[in-house]
């Protein structure tokens, strides 16, 4: 889509190391020569070494492509190995049988470059990547060097590889293959100008029209303040620039466009900048705020429990209580008693007949009866009141005024003062074992009581 919206013939921002794309800065000239000059010299071992992105692998395909009519060439890439299988990748990749042990690898590889030595054409090993490699696979490719004659090397090696393998050669421990690097070339980050001629070089291969600007003057300098004249960054940029020129139907990328590519893609992690850690969780998160809240709702739903728990409890304890009281005492119960008219007691001497069964009724008020029933036991007050009365009957001395007794068990009751302590006592006879009796009292008639209606009496004999 974006081919036939700008008119050209191939991606002009591709990311394989295609050589004819190669695009030869001052630096990038001048590693060039110094690689091609080394080789043809014989110095056996040379070193290239740049940043990420630089084009290393582009200008090493276009290396061997310059050597491959006049010398066999091999490209090694896959560095993470031991030193077996990297001889035998070694071999495998110059048509060479790669059976056998350690030993046996070593006495084929040198009959093979003796044999191409006599035939005049050099061998040339690139080993890309060369950083990765463990110290004993840099071990090899040192043994790998002695290959040689009285008069020339066997075999030319050139190592690429990233920063790091400057580090790797320049350590103690592998003196002896930094001695036999003679030639070392760097590649350089591209300047503004170069940039610029960068872009046109590779949209000139890919068929744009030289008239015709791709890129306006501000979205190049836009590319080039945010590249770092890095040759990888700059075909990412343009080629997002591009793809979004297209989807807007537009025929040049401006500033506008190279901004949203650089927001979009975010430059700062690919220069290798680091990026800030994330920041711990606060305490106040809300994780920690959803898990409060759980245990705050655990909580409260246990404590509704509990409650519930023990007023059910509480309930049951009081309805078990007062159950056995509401089945054996009601209000107003309707028990039948015989009538007790002509049973009689004797006490001191003296026989009482006992009223009829029934009600005790208020003067004035005969059809309201007040149910008394006989207590299990008199209250000592009572208790010494008969005996009062008693003693004064057997002296002789009659009472001030004639009451009736009512002998209860072994007790003789006397009328109480006053209509109040009657009801008292009624009361407290009412809510006794719940045996009913009838009893009739009667008291001194005075201006704060009101008197009983005893009813028909029988006079003692």
Same mark, same amino acid.
């Given at each position: 889509?974006?081919?036939?919206?700008?008119?050209?013939?191939?991606?002009?921002?591709?990311?394989?190391?295609?050589?004819?794309?190669?695009?030869?800065?001052?630096?990038?000239?001048?590693?060039?020569?110094?690689?091609?000059?080394?080789?043809?010299?014989?110095?056996?071992? !040379? =070193?290239?070494?740049? %940043?990420?992105?630089? #084009?290393?692998?582009?200008? *090493?395909?276009? @290396? &061997?492509?310059? +050597?491959?009519?006049?010398?066999? !060439? =091999?490209?090694?890439? %896959?560095?993470?190995? #031991?030193?077996?299988?990297? *001889?035998?990748? @070694? &071999?495998?990749? +110059?048509?060479?049988?790669?059976?056998?042990?350690?030993?046996?690898?070593?006495?084929?590889?040198?009959?093979?470059? *003796?044999?191409?030595?006599?035939?005049?054409?050099?061998?040339?090993?690139?080993?890309?990547?060369?950083?990765?490699?463990?110290?004993?696979?840099?071990?090899?490719?040192?043994?790998?060097?002695?290959?040689?004659?009285?008069?020339?090397?066997?075999?030319?090696?050139?190592?690429?590889?990233?920063?790091?393998?400057?580090?790797?050669?320049?350590?103690?421990?592998?003196?002896?293959?930094?001695?036999?690097?003679?030639?070392?070339?760097?590649?350089?980050?591209?300047?503004?100008?170069?940039?610029?001629?960068?872009?046109?070089?590779?949209?000139?291969?890919?068929?744009?029209?030289?008239?015709?600007?791709?890129?306006?003057?501000?979205?190049?300098?836009?590319?080039?303040?945010?590249?770092?004249?890095?040759?990888?960054?700059?075909?990412?940029?343009?080629?997002?620039?591009?793809?979004?020129?297209?989807?807007?139907?537009?025929?040049?990328?401006?500033?506008?466009?190279?901004?949203?590519?650089?927001?979009?893609?975010?430059?700062?992690?690919?220069?290798?900048?680091?990026?800030?850690?994330?920041?711990?969780?606060?305490?106040?998160?809300?994780?920690?705020?959803?898990?409060?809240?759980?245990?705050?709702?655990?909580?409260?739903?246990?404590?509704?429990?509990?409650?519930?728990?023990?007023?059910?409890?509480?309930?049951?304890?009081?309805?078990?209580?007062?159950?056995?009281?509401?089945?054996?005492?009601?209000?107003?119960?309707?028990?039948?008693?015989?009538?007790?008219?002509?049973?009689?007691?004797?006490?001191?001497?003296?026989?009482?007949?006992?009223?009829?069964?029934?009600?005790?009724?208020?003067?004035?008020?005969?059809?309201?009866?007040?149910?008394?029933?006989?207590?299990?036991?008199?209250?000592?007050?009572?208790?010494?009141?008969?005996?009062?009365?008693?003693?004064?009957?057997?002296?002789?001395?009659?009472?001030?005024?004639?009451?009736?007794?009512?002998?209860?068990?072994?007790?003789?009751?006397?009328?109480?003062?006053?209509?109040?302590?009657?009801?008292?006592?009624?009361?407290?006879?009412?809510?006794?074992?719940?045996?009913?009796?009838?009893?009739?009292?009667?008291?001194?008639?005075?201006?704060?009581?009101?008197?009983?209606?005893?009813?028909?009496?029988?006079?003692?004999?």
């Amino acid at each position: 889509m974006l081919i036939e919206h700008f008119k050209l013939g191939v991606q002009p921002f591709g990311v394989t190391p295609d050589s004819k794309f190669l695009y030869l800065s001052k630096t990038h000239r001048e590693a060039l020569a110094s690689l091609f000059y080394g080789i043809h010299s014989g110095r056996g071992f !040379t =070193a290239l070494i740049a %940043q990420p992105g630089m #084009g290393k692998t582009t200008l *090493l395909v276009h @290396l &061997l492509g310059l +050597l491959m009519a006049n010398a066999k !060439t =091999a490209f090694l890439f %896959q560095t993470l190995c #031991g030193p077996e299988e990297f *001889l035998r990748s @070694l &071999l495998a990749d +110059l048509g060479i049988d790669s059976d056998g042990d350690m030993a046996r690898m070593h006495a084929k590889l040198n009959a093979y470059l *003796l044999q191409e030595s006599r035939n005049g054409s050099p061998v040339v090993v690139v080993i890309d990547e060369a950083q990765n490699l463990d110290d004993r696979v840099l071990e090899l490719v040192r043994m790998l060097s002695n290959f040689e004659t009285p008069g020339k090397k066997l075999m030319h090696l050139v190592l690429s590889g990233q920063p790091q393998l400057a580090d790797r050669l320049s350590s103690e421990h592998l003196a002896q293959l930094r001695q036999r690097v003679s030639i070392v070339a760097r590649l350089a980050p591209l300047n503004a100008d170069e940039i610029r001629e960068y872009i046109n070089h590779r949209l000139c291969v890919a068929g744009a029209n030289s008239r015709d600007a791709v890129f306006s003057e501000e979205a190049l300098a836009l590319i080039a303040d945010h590249s770092h004249g890095i040759p990888r960054n700059i075909n990412n940029l343009c080629f997002n620039s591009m793809s979004l020129a297209c989807a807007l139907k537009q025929r040049q990328v401006d500033a506008s466009m190279v901004q949203e590519t650089i927001n979009d893609l975010d430059l700062k992690s690919l220069v290798g900048r680091e990026l800030m850690p994330p920041a711990p969780p606060r305490p106040d998160s809300p994780h920690d705020s959803t898990v409060a809240v759980h245990s705050a709702g655990r909580v409260r739903r246990w404590a509704i429990a509990g409650g519930s728990l023990i007023f059910l409890a509480l309930l049951t304890s009081y309805l078990w209580a007062g159950f056995p009281g509401r089945l054996f005492s009601s209000p107003n119960p309707k028990v039948h008693q015989p009538s007790l008219s002509s049973a009689t007691n004797e006490v001191a001497g003296e026989t009482v007949q006992r009223p009829n069964a029934g009600a005790v009724a208020l003067s004035g008020d005969s059809d309201k009866t007040l149910p008394t029933l006989a207590p299990a036991s008199i209250p000592s007050a009572y208790e010494a009141q008969g005996r009062r009365n008693q003693k004064t009957r057997v002296k002789g001395k009659q009472p001030k005024a004639r009451v009736d007794r009512t002998s209860v068990g072994p007790l003789e009751l006397s009328p109480l003062p006053t209509d109040l302590e009657r009801l008292r006592a009624s009361r407290a006879a009412e809510f006794s074992i719940g045996q009913p009796i009838s009893e009739r009292a009667q008291t001194r008639a005075n201006k704060s009581s009101v008197p009983f209606d005893p009813g028909p009496q029988r006079e003692t004999q």
